[in-house]
Every structure is written in structure tokens, then in C-alpha cells.
């Protein structure tokens, strides 16, 4: 598979030699479903908590009689049936929400993700990347000079400090070393920038 690489002018540089399993692999739409959910899903912190019966705060003295006045028999106020009573199911902050996806499976995801970007020329390869100074009007200007602007994702093999500072303000622009790339960004941005480096980085993870 080869990839088009361009330099920090937005001018063809090379041609870059990818592996056929990382980025010539068949779309699996069920298969990116399935990791994106779970990456989601393994991110949900699960603190959320109600109230059942016996934590809501209530009196326990009986609201009526049990026979003579003509309405429904009541034993508490903090029953579910009444408004301000507890949860008959509350949800429970050990509540765990994580989902169990398999290193292949997870591989095979990625590898159809980086290969249906390729196809939809959506991947852009860059040979090396790097800001002169943390200046955000600088970062924009070489996006611009490469021909990339609007909702970017940045992925590099090691985060430059300059450029992680020059992009940290821009709210459609996101910068991650290779190792922290995930399924979901891959998946929201309409443009992937990666470094040379960082596909060779790729390929030792998931090829």
C-alpha cells in the first residue's frame, strides 16, 4: 500500500511504503461499531446513584388508618408508588459499564478504520512536523499552508511541545502522540494529519 507523503509546504515529498494490513484492509463497519461503543463505554466513570425506599428521607409513621377512609391502604410515604419516594431499581454508583473487546479484535478495528481514512483520502501523511515557537497564528498558518483546515486530528510519534501549546486553543484541532491514538477520534475528525514516524509507530502497534 502506498501512501502519499507531503512536506511542511503541502508539496508531494515521497511516496511512503504502508503494510497492506494496517491501511489496505477491508471496511468492517459492525467491527468499528462494536470498539468505538466499548472505548465509550469504558470511559463512563459510573458515579451516578438513587435513592431506594430505605435512603430516601421519609417518616415512618403510617400516612392513615388502614380502613375507613375510602382511599388505597398506605403503609409509607417513601414508597416508590408516591412522588418523592425511592427508586424501586436505583442505579448504584458500583455500577461497572466497561466491555470486554479482544487485542485481534481491537487490531482488526484500527486497521479498518486507518484503511477506510486512506480510501476516503481523508489520512495525509506528513514526513516531519514542527513549530518554530508556541504561537497559535503559527500553527494555523502551516495547517493552512498544507491545506488543512477546519476539524483536524494531529497524531505524531512524540509530542512536541510547541506544537501541543500552538493547538491547545483551537476547539476543532487535536494533537496525540501515536500510542494515544483511539478509535473515536480516529472516527470523529474529518482530516487525520500523521507524521512519517508515527505510521512506522502504527504498524509496530497494530500491524
Do not use: C
Not at 463497519?29 to 463512563?44: D, F, G, K, P, S
Not at 408508588?81 to 482488526?108: D, T
Not at 476516503?120 to 497559535?136: G, N, Y
Request: aromatic content about 6%; proline content about 3%.
Amino acid at each position: 500500500m502506498e501512501l502519499k507523503v507531503i512536506n511542511q509546504q503541502g508539496q508531494e515529498a515521497a511516496k511512503l511504503q504502508a503494510s497492506d494490513v494496517l491501511f489496505g484492509r477491508e471496511f468492517n463497519e459492525a467491527l468499528v461499531h462494536q470498539i468505538v461503543v466499548a472505548y465509550q463505554a469504558n470511559a463512563r466513570s459510573g458515579d451516578r446513584q438513587q435513592k431506594d425506599r430505605s435512603e430516601v428521607r421519609h417518616t415512618t409513621t403510617k400516612p392513615w388508618r388502614q380502613k375507613g377512609t375510602g382511599r388505597a391502604r398506605a403503609g409509607s410515604n417513601g414508597s416508590p408508588l408516591w412522588r418523592g419516594g425511592g427508586r424501586i431499581f436505583p442505579n448504584s454508583p458500583e455500577e461497572n459499564f466497561s466491555q470486554k473487546v479482544n487485542k485481534k479484535m481491537f487490531r482488526a478495528g484500527m486497521a479498518s478504520i486507518l484503511s477506510e481514512l486512506a480510501r476516503q483520502d481523508r489520512l495525509v501523511v506528513v514526513d516531519e512536523l514542527s513549530i518554530d515557537a508556541p504561537k497559535t497564528k503559527l500553527f494555523m498558518e502551516k495547517m493552512k499552508s498544507m491545506g488543512l483546515e477546519g476539524n483536524l486530528l494531529v497524531i505524531t510519534d512524540a509530542l512536541n511541545e510547541n506544537l501541543y501549546l500552538s493547538s491547545r486553543n483551537l476547539p476543532n484541532v487535536l494533537v496525540l502522540e501515536a500510542q494515544e491514538a483511539d478509535p473515536v477520534s480516529l472516527v470523529r475528525f474529518a482530516k487525520i494529519l500523521v507524521t512519517k514516524n508515527a505510521v512506522a509507530k502504527f504498524e509496530e502497534m497494530w500491524g
